[in-house]
């Protein structure tokens, strides 16, 4: 009782990437968190509740982000959090590892009217690597309130806590924190500081917004629009500044550099030294490295299927249900109502938790990485090749994912940071073809172009290259705005994993599935079934054969008919199942029940399949130009309906998600098309 008539405590957690407070966050909350979208935003909300002392507490978990300049979406959403006074008390979470990166972060949320705690992280390293910190002399050096902690380990949670509690309960925040502008940018701060003077709205003060004006921040600007007459004459005061924010920045860390200095500590990173030794000398060579790098994420991809193998079996059970389901009551029940139970609610059942697992799988194993420190390691490696297509070096990692598959190559794009990178990313990742993929259609290029199968997937991935460049030049210069920087990064030490945090930002992102890309999968599965069954349960009378006909005028421009343009969409469900579609659509079998359990078989039923269906398929009506036009539309094909849930999943957008789908689907016809045109040229 006493607990609901007490005011809710809400607490912020910020600080850069890498500093472990996300690890904060959940030795904090535990499994109680919610995963959702900041308002009006596609960027991930964090928050979690516990109790202290029967007052409930509310942890938001902020974006990590290297400062607070507005030049990207998580920064902008974590300064306008902050200024906004959201939270009752924001802790500040920095590597006591690497103070001097670390504490930029510092440097800018002190400037704000906020109550701060500083939690001094990873105390343990840096003890361990004979660099440890006194947090009472850093306190003093601050201006706030600094608590040692091992997140990793539960050390110091507690007194940090009881601190914030602490601070709540005095409203006014140290004066005087943070780098001194005026000493450090001198006649140029104070010059801005008089002309905006006046007319700075609440909650922004004068000496910060002067700052923000000088570093040439675009939120601040646009906050100066709105009062013209200063607009025109601070511009003249501050347009002569040679490399502003280089200027800004650097009286930031000459604040820092003082702070050390004062604590009795320094900021070079002997951490970071310690932490790359002989093993790095061969993991960042430019050479070799690339090498340790896609072995590492070979090892990566097998250990994830290692992991979603449990949940797997499930799915796959799942699958195999119908079998004695259909046995056992043949004569009990009507065939429609077997079918439906069968091959439309425990099919889509059966492939939704086996996407489950994949998840599960790809994000244990992607917080594995992160934890011991090597995926900063694997973006580095390839930052300078993904440049080439306007990404960052994170980006690799899901996109080579992506050859085992798409939904490993979505969920594992919460490695990326920025909003808009990780965007981008995902919307090209369905271009990747995954293995299932390639299996269709080298199985059909065997089929049809023999001796010639080489050159066909050398036209293909050829294309592949052409295509990402492009769909990645066309998202970031016209569909997805916004402004992206470099890769900034310093290399955190190598340590051991911490499990606890891994399993439940794994299980966070699990139950995000569940509670929607899940059921959608299962909606997708069941329409097919549906399409497939109705309305007298034979597929050549089906509605779905009926789309495939009245489509038939679009298939035609890829030399299809209405059979192999079913096929083709088809394989919406899987891309495992166009083989076993096309063997019952081209007459290996007639029955919809027949239809359905191909689109969902077993691989090495598919393998069986694929040696009784080539004989048939060589001597089926199609022709090699249709043949190339079909096998160029489902190379570039729509996602999968697991990788469409994953994409919802992961933008918690219907618009992003519907756009991919239909971006994909029109490229798939005009690949197709183009395709076939030049197959009759050359056939």
Request: hydrophobic letters at 50%.
């Amino acid at each position: 009782m006493g607990e609901s008539n007490t005011p809710c405590l809400h607490i912020s957690l910020a600080g850069q990437p890498n500093t472990g407070k996300s690890t904060l966050f959940n030795r904090l909350t535990g499994l109680a968190q919610h995963v959702g979208n900041w308002p009006g935003k596609t960027v991930a909300r964090k928050e979690g509740d516990f109790s202290l002392d029967g007052r409930r507490c509310r942890v938001t978990d902020l974006p990590g982000t290297y400062g607070l300049t507005a030049g990207s979406l998580e920064e902008t959403i974590t300064r306008e959090f902050l200024i906004g006074r959201a939270a009752d008390a924001v802790v500040v979470v920095v590597d006591a590892s690497q103070l001097e990166r670390s504490l930029y972060m510092a440097a800018e949320v002190l400037a704000l009217p906020v109550r701060v705690v500083v939690a001094l992280n990873m105390v343990d390293v840096a003890e361990k690597n004979g660099k440890p910190v006194d947090e009472g002399k850093l306190a003093a050096a601050l201006g706030a309130p600094v608590v040692a902690t091992a997140a990793s380990r539960g050390m110091g949670v507690d007194r940090l806590i009881s601190v914030v509690r602490d601070v709540v309960r005095n409203p006014v925040p140290g004066p005087g924190r943070g780098p001194d502008f005026r000493a450090g940018l001198g006649e140029i701060h104070a010059g801005v500081c008089r002309a905006v003077r006046g007319w700075v709205p609440r909650p922004y003060n004068e000496e910060w917004m002067a700052a923000k004006l000088i570093e040439q921040d675009s939120h601040a600007w646009e906050i100066l629009d709105t009062a013209p007459e200063q607009a025109d004459g601070i511009r003249s005061l501050v347009r002569d500044i040679d490399d502003p924010q280089i200027r800004v920045s650097r009286v930031r860390y000459q604040w820092i550099e003082a702070v050390l200095d004062r604590a009795g500590t320094t900021g070079r990173n002997h951490a970071r030294d310690a932490g790359l030794g002989r093993f790095d000398r061969w993991a960042l060579h430019p050479v070799w490295g690339k090498f340790i790098a896609v072995a590492a994420l070979a090892l990566a991809a097998v250990l994830a299927y290692i992991v979603c193998l449990p949940p797997m079996v499930l799915g796959l059970g799942l699958l195999m249900l119908p079998v004695p389901i259909r046995h056992f009551f043949r004569d009990l029940a009507p065939d429609w109502l077997i079918s439906m139970v069968c091959d439309g609610m425990l099919t889509g059942l059966g492939v939704a938790t086996c996407v489950a697992a994949f998840i599960a799988g790809v994000c244990l194993v992607i917080g594995i990485l992160e934890d011991i420190g090597y995926l900063s390691r694997l973006a580095v490696i390839f930052h300078r090749f993904m440049r080439r297509l306007g990404l960052q070096g994170k980006a690799f990692i899901p996109l080579c994912m992506g050859f085992v598959c798409n939904i490993m190559a979505v969920s594992g794009t919460r490695v990326v940071d920025g909003w808009r990178q990780r965007l981008i990313t995902i919307l090209l990742a369905p271009l990747i073809p995954c293995k299932g993929l390639l299996v269709v259609v080298t199985f059909v290029c065997t089929v049809f172009f023999g001796p010639l199968t080489p050159l066909v997937f050398a036209a293909l991935f050829l294309i592949l290259v052409c295509q990402l460049v492009l769909a990645s030049f066309v998202l970031r210069r016209i569909l997805v705005r916004g402004r992206d920087h470099g890769l900034v990064m310093e290399l955190p030490p190598y340590h051991r994993p911490n499990f606890t945090t891994i399993r439940i930002n794994t299980m966070t992102r699990v139950k995000a599935f569940l509670g929607q890309g899940f059921w959608l999968i299962v909606a997708a599965a069941f329409l097919t079934w549906a399409g497939v069954y109705y309305p007298d349960g034979r597929i050549e009378t089906s509605y779905l054969a009926g789309l495939g006909r009245a489509l038939e005028p679009l298939g035609r421009t890829m030399g299809m008919d209405w059979r192999l343009l079913l096929t083709f969409l088809v394989a919406f469900s899987s891309k495992e199942a166009t083989l076993g579609a096309m063997a019952v659509i081209y007459g290996a079998g007639s029955s919809a029940r027949t239809a359905v359990e191909g689109l969902y078989m077993d691989p090495s039923l598919v393998m069986t399949l694929k040696t009784q269906f080539a004989g048939f398929l060589a001597t089926a009506e199609i022709s090699r130009a249709s043949a190339l036009g079909f096998v160029f539309a489902i190379f570039f094909s729509l996602p999968c309906m697991g990788t469409l849930a994953a994409i919802y999943n992961e933008t918690r957008s219907r618009a992003w998600t519907a756009g991919a789908l239909a971006w994909y689907f029109i490229n798939s016809i005009v690949m197709g098309t183009l395709a076939f045109q030049v197959g009759r040229l050359i056939f």
